[in-house]
């Protein structure tokens, strides 16, 4: 049975936006959002997580308690597709091969010599809100918190790959993590395989793309990578790998599982259903508080929050019904904008009578992408990106 936490109470507008400031300064910390991030660590399932999944652990962020602008380590989503590994720093290696002039083979050490860049970016699983699909989705049953925001800190891949230097032929690199198994299916893997997704190089050399060894100023958690993952910004989670163990340039695109089988959608070209591996996250936003089945006082204020967030492009605004979508008024987005990371908002509200209300939020970013209505289904199980309406009662 999924263990769940009692929503927040919320917190002030002053508290909302003190939170919402760190997007202005991205390396100022709380000691919360440093809280349980010792590399290495996490026993057991860290106390608030949601637990939508055991044998693999994967655990939601509450996202009804959203209060911040950084996502503290002990409460960012944990997204695992086979038993995480146990590696030892000591001994743990990133070998980088294929289409390279220069095989490497970098020690812990190594990687934490080399000039370090900071990326602030929000990750996203791309199943996230599949549980509110209707009919029933497979797949880990998310709701809303598997998403949150950290700034993340190491080496940008596209250094690494200059020091092993390409070969012309070389078109992508594949990220393979340490962790590995069986899937069962559908459909069935070709044995054990270890998780992996490649990245095109034009991707690969963007300088927010990051070998990262430091989440919110402290070491990987075990749980999210220790001692190396990829940060992928702008790129749902999937392409972040964790664990990092091996870059592969491959001189043809990678069409492993993960790839093909798994984290696909259907892309229409020229009238024919093509199938596409899943990269760029959508223009999103969602609703925090208030709650599905929340009881809300009428004539009285309520403050109306959440997050926005566009990938590679940026939030522009978002848009409040509390109609069901018959009228729109504009939230208030706090902060400053940062590239890859997610725009807090907030909206006053005052509902005059009692009744049933139908609370919408729908984001439009910088390039003019407004977040649909409706479901498209060409993404099947993935990319949960439309309009998700929060159904209350006020008394």
């Known amino acids: 049975m999924n263990e769940r936490q009692e929503p927040s109470t919320g917190m002030d507008r002053r508290d909302f936006l003190r939170g919402a400031a760190l997007a202005s300064v991205p390396l100022a910390f709380s000691p919360l959002a440093l809280a349980g991030a010792a590399a290495g660590g996490e026993e057991r399932p860290p106390a608030g997580l949601i637990v939508r999944e055991k044998k693999p652990e994967n655990l939601e962020f509450p996202f009804s308690t959203l209060d911040r602008f950084l996502t503290p380590n002990n409460l960012f989503y944990v997204r695992n597709h086979f038993p995480a590994p146990e590696l030892d720093a000591s001994t743990w ?47 880990v049953p998310w709701e809303l918190g598997a998403v949150g925001n950290a700034e993340w800190a190491g080496v940008p891949l596209g250094a690494v790959l200059e020091r092993a230097g390409l070969k012309d032929a070389a078109v992508e690199v594949v990220l393979e993590g340490a962790d590995k198994g069986e899937v069962s299916g ?12 490649s990245l095109p190089l034009a991707k690969a050399r963007r300088p927010e793309v990051l070998l990262a060894h430091k989440m919110n100023g402290a070491d990987l958690p075990a749980s999210h990578g220790f001692p190396l993952r990829a940060v992928v910004s702008g790129w749902y989670g999937m392409a972040s790998v964790k664990w990092l163990t091996r870059l592969l340039v491959t001189e043809r695109p990678f069409a492993g599982y993960f790839q093909t089988m798994n984290y696909t959608y259907w892309e229409r070209v020229r009238g024919l259903a093509t199938l596409a591996p899943i990269t760029g996250m959508q223009v999103k936003s969602l609703v925090a508080r208030p709650t599905a089945g929340e009881t809300i006082p009428a004539g009285k204020s309520y403050r109306v929050h959440g997050a926005a967030w ?8 978002v848009d409040v019904s509390t109609d ?64 998700l309406p929060v159904e209350v009662t006020v008394r």
């Open 93 to 139: 290696r990133l070998k980088v091969e294929g289409a390279v002039e220069r095989p490497l083979a970098l020690s812990y050490e190594d990687l934490k010599k080399l000039p370090t860049r900071a990326v602030t970016a929000t990750l996203e699983c791309a199943g996230n809100s599949r549980a509110l699909l209707v009919p029933k989705a497979g797949g």
């Open 310 to 317: 566009a990938g590679e492009s940026e939030v522009a605004k």
């Open 324 to 387: 069901g979508g018959k009228t729109w008024e504009k939230a208030n987005l706090a902060g400053k904008s940062v590239p890859f990371a997610w725009r807090l908002w907030e909206h006053e509200w005052r509902p005059a009578e009692a009744g049933k209300y139908t609370v919408l939020s729908r984001a439009t970013d910088s390039r003019g992408r407004v977040q649909p209505l409706q479901r498209d289904r060409d993404r099947l199980n993935y990319m949960v990106a439309h309009v």
């Open 186 to 197: 559908p459909p069935k893997s070709p044995g054990v395989i270890p998780f992996a997704r």
